[in-house]
């Protein structure tokens, strides 16, 4: 079996100007685990719900920073804690392969890309 075959195809994404609490609520409303990020049509990073869950102060509101300060969600932007290159696969390639690679790198999602 394919990766194609398997993929989602109705993807909702995000930009990297977009606003944390943009975030928050797709995760929240539409149910959802990981964003892709996307810029000038090309992806370039993917977000999950564990990494906003990481940086979430205890009023999920709040980011809380390295340095004991904090920020409002609503201020910060998905430019300033996504990371760039994000491990891909391609639709023609097998579908264990692609379980394969989430069990190595222990991900929970694996974007599909025609290279």
Known sequence: MKVKELMS?????????DKLDR????????N???LPVVEKNKLVSILSDRDLKKI???KK?????????TVQLSTRKVKNIMRRGVL????????ADAAAIMAKKKIGALPVVHK
Do not use: C, M, W
């Open 88 to 95: 891909t696969i391609e639709p023609e390639q097998r579908a």
């Open 56 to 58: 979430l102060g205890p």
């Open 23 to 30: 975030v928050f609520f797709l995760y929240n409303f539409e």
């Open 9 to 17: 195809t109705k993807l909702i994404t995000v930009n990297p100007n």
């Open 32 to 34: 959802i685990r990981h």
């Open 61 to 69: 509101s709040i980011i809380e920073n390295p340095d004991g300060t």
